[in-house]
């Protein structure tokens, strides 16, 4: 975790470092290529769908509901909100400084070459996507097994 918040922190510094604030927000993409805002939004409401079992799972033995429910909405969108803004920010200045948008450029390990983050940065994108979807399967399994008294979850 500590290696993903510093590639998103080294991530972001070294694209306000190669393209300023203004030129990010000023650019637009191909009038063809450009995503309506609604479909944006439905966009990261799926991801964070995505991401409701592992939740559910792991916030299950918190001692308060509040605190089982609040800190993991928190802690979730304040990570989605700001991967999304390093990946939206990542692609755009991308685009800047090749001249060129594609939105095949927008995955990590892509905007990673590109902006010269190097091997590092790479290994850390195959972990974190190995992890992720490790907690996803294993969530989704225990989800699975707690819909019937039948099936027991190891613990």
Do not use: C
Not at 79 to 102: E, K, M, N, S
């Amino acid at each position: 975790m500590i290696l993903v918040i510093a590639l998103g922190l080294w991530e972001t510094i070294v694209v306000f470092q190669n393209v300023s604030f203004e030129k990010i927000i000023h650019w637009q993409p191909p009038a063809k290529m450009a995503m309506p805002f609604g479909s944006a939004m439905d966009t990261m409401a799926a991801f964070s769908l995505a991401w409701v079992t592992a939740i559910a799972e792991f916030t299950r033995y918190g001692k308060k509901r509040s605190t089982a429910t609040i800190a993991p909405m928190l802690g979730a969108n304040i990570g989605l909100f700001w991967f999304a803004f390093v990946g939206i920010i990542a692609t755009i200045a991308t685009a800047i400084t090749t001249g060129t948008y594609d939105p095949n450029n927008s995955d990590p390990s892509t905007i990673a070459s590109k902006l010269g983050l190097g091997w590092l940065a790479m290994i850390v994108i195959i972990l974190t996507s190995t992890t992720a979807n490790a907690v996803n399967l294993m969530a989704g399994g225990i989800s699975l097994t707690n819909l019937t008294k039948k099936k027991k979850s190891g613990r």
